[in-house]
């Protein structure tokens, strides 16, 4: 048998790197090896068609150690924490837990580049800086953030409609503001550092 050296090869987590465990800690208790690759979380979500891979997969790519290829992947985007992979896991793998620590380490390693991920970001921002969403705000960063001609031009088609909430009342120009905006924003800090309390 004659080996194809034009196939892609599958480049594993270097022996000793840790990504899988550098997930298992941030996560808390994490077993992958408990994961006999069912599916279930696949066939719950309700984004995998808008997935490469799946939840399935990017967890047998975490349990691989492959880094590299997760982290930069727009499916950890895709996932909006619903839970319904989590809740029907027959082994209890926090699946939703899992995908949000990728996003969190895709952002800290700079590998986060796609428009979910900005999405995410700016959504962040507005709500630390007011306590509460202020989406005339969020829809103007965001497209700030993607510049270019397609963002301008999806930001003008966007005007008529808030327009249309403006006149009803359902967008504000001053934004609400929670009490205390400087306690929200050294909790959110504190999260960030992995400080949960």
Not at 70 to 99: E, F, K, N
């Amino acid at each position: 048998m004659e080996v194809d050296v034009n196939q892609p090869i599958v480049v594993l987590d270097t022996p000793g790197s840790g990504f899988k465990e550098e997930v298992a800690s941030q996560v808390g208790t994490l077993d992958l090896s408990h994961c006999f690759q069912c599916g279930v979380c696949s066939g719950s979500c309700p984004t995998m068609s808008h997935m490469e891979y799946g939840p399935r997969r990017i967890l047998h790519m975490v349990n691989l150690g492959m880094a590299d290829t997760v982290l930069p992947s727009h499916d950890i985007w895709m996932c909006v924490s619903c839970y319904s992979c989590s809740a029907r896991c027959p082994q209890g793998i926090q699946i939703t837990d899992i995908m949000a620590t990728l996003r969190n380490m895709a952002v800290a390693r700079g590998l986060a580049r796609d428009k979910e991920a900005t999405f995410s970001r700016v959504f962040v921002d507005v709500l630390a800086r007011y306590g509460r969403l202020c989406e005339w705000q969020v829809l103007l960063r965001y497209y700030a953030a993607e510049a270019g001609l397609s963002s301008v031009t999806s930001l003008m088609k966007q005007a008529g409609l808030g327009l249309t909430m403006f006149r009803k009342g359902k967008l504000k120009i001053r934004p609400d503001h929670v009490e205390d905006v400087q306690k929200l924003r050294e909790f959110m800090t504190r999260i960030g550092r992995g400080e949960a309390s």
